[in-house]
């Protein structure tokens, strides 16, 4: 008897906390896509604030921030559009406060057909368009693509490091590949570093 008491005072607890977890909304249904969102480089000295325009799409606007003292943020640039959170990647040198936003488009699937034209990455600077890489380019570079049979699925085999330190001033948006190489792009143009 003693066994069957213990047994109910640890399930009840246990069952009313199913019943109330069931009856909560879905995340979508209280997280709808998109939504306005503040995301900061990794060290915290450059921040992005993103308003979408519309219930869908990529129309809105993205303002980018150098953080300062006392509240007194500076802008640095204004795009018109806006993008996912988790695709927005901030790369800055503190020292001049130049910054690129990249948006990061993880490349992975099942459309193995039209894998090479797939846009993966895309520099702004200065409120501009700057330049696009596709899966083909970053192959050209060594960050390639997994290609796994028999589903035909495809995943990236790099990972992103973000923005990283190179040289007494310059910083780099930087990609590593599985054998341990990195790619990386200068924060101002957008194109390939040379390793030196």
Known sequence: MRIAWVAWVILLPLVMFAQEVSELPQYRSVAPQPYPYLISDAEGRFYARATP????GGTGITKVYRVGEASSDKLLATYQ??????SVILCGNPDTNEVAVVLYNHSSGLDIQNVENKTVLRFFAG?????????????QFGAKVKRLAPEQFYSPDYVVEGCLR??????AFTLRTNSNKRIQ?????GRRIQAQ
């Open 81 to 86: 559009w806006y993008a996912e959170p988790r």
């Open 53 to 56: 325009a519309e219930n869908h």
């Open 166 to 171: 190179v040289g007494e001033s310059q910083y």
């Open 127 to 139: 409120g501009m368009s700057v330049i696009t890489y596709r899966v083909k380019d970053l192959e």
């Open 185 to 189: 792009f200068d924060i101002l143009t």
